[in-house]
């Protein structure tokens, strides 16, 4: 779908923020807190944001991007290229990180560009006045987005780590705190994540949320075996030096994809036979073990042959 982006805004050091409007007599699809949506930037070149605002403002998305310097050209695309008044390609809303919205108690954490799925979170929440706590670290406040939004709540922890005399943020006792039924969601840097994880081993399945906004994310691209197309027809042959995707691509198969390393979800597709190699931090430990799909622009094969339902 097509949006109009009506206003850029500094929001933090190399974070701005971007209002995205309908276009003229179109409606923007609602969303659920947490969810993100999909940008194609360019041939080639998409990238996955978190939507910010409150879920019950039907009339812009908003999202922010954080520039870093090891950029893949996502985030630089979007701050060097973007101008306001421009149409832009976006993805209708997908959530793979959904919002237990009866949960007695939830917990946030966010660590610096991983605070934007909590703030649409936390305005849910607030309406549905539920019991919440959110954990916000940043390295310092220059690189803070989106303090001005939580510092007035009382149940809100702003940390900053990377300043003399810095706080860190202490997961295992955050963690340790919550009552048993409560639920936990963190989005954060990958380390950050891990910690997460390991600290809520012994929570109730389901219950400790987490996101990649970027990953460490080591793609297979070893090559040496084949991909037989059921709906296609097609074989395709994964030669050594090239993603599963690459090669997809390359014989005109027509596959979405977003972030291209294993964590959106947007590349999933449906194994029929052969065990992949799985590399994404998109599917549970559960439906890897089941080798029933694969997250095609990171994950290769460890059989001769995988036969996909595409
Ligand atoms: S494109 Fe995002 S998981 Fe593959």
Redesign the pocket.
């Known amino acids: 779908m097509r949006v109009k982006l009506r206003n850029i805004r500094w929001e933090a050091e190399g974070i701005n923020s971007y209002i995205l409007e309908p276009l003229p007599g179109e409606k923007l699809p609602a969303f659920t807190a947490g969810a993100h949506i999909d940008l194609q930037l360019a041939p080639g070149l998409a990238r ?1 944001y978190s939507l910010v605002n409150d879920p019950a403002i039907h009339s812009y998305y908003e999202i922010a991007v954080h520039h870093t310097i090891d950029s893949r050209g996502g985030s630089r695309h979007i701050h060097e290229k973007w101008r306001v008044g421009e149409i832009l390609e976006i993805s209708e809303p997908k959530n793979n990180f959904p919002l237990e919205e009866s949960a007695s108690h939830t917990v946030l954490i966010g660590g610096g560009i991983g605070i934007t799925p909590m703030l649409s979170m936390i305005s849910r929440l607030e309406a549905l006045g539920r019991s919440w706590e959110l954990h916000y670290v940043a390295a310092v406040p220059e690189r803070a987005a989106y303090v001005d939004r939580v510092e007035n709540f009382p149940q809100a922890q702003i940390v900053f780590d990377g300043i003399p005399g810095g706080q860190r943020l202490d997961l295992r006792t955050i963690c340790d705190a919550a009552p048993a039924d409560a639920h936990l969601y963190c989005c954060g840097p990958s380390g950050m994540l891990d910690a997460f994880v390991a600290v809520n081993a012994a929570r109730p399945k389901g219950h400790a949320h987490i996101e990649y906004f970027s990953a460490d994310t080591e793609v297979a691209a070893d090559g040496g075996y084949t991909l037989e197309l059921t709906k296609s027809g097609k074989t395709i042959m994964v030669e050594e030096g090239e993603t599963m ?1 690459d090669a997809l691509l390359g014989a005109g198969v027509d596959i979405g ?12 597709v449906k194994v029929l036979e052969g065990i992949p190699d799985h590399r ?1 931090h ?1 599917l549970t430990d559960e439906e890897k073990a089941a080798n029933t799909s694969i ?4 994950s290769g094969s460890k059989t001769p042959t995988l036969v996909l339902d595409i």
């Open positions: 996955s995707l994809f977003a972030c291209a390393e294993g964590v959106c979800g947007t590349c999933q994404d998109f997250m095609v622009c990171c």
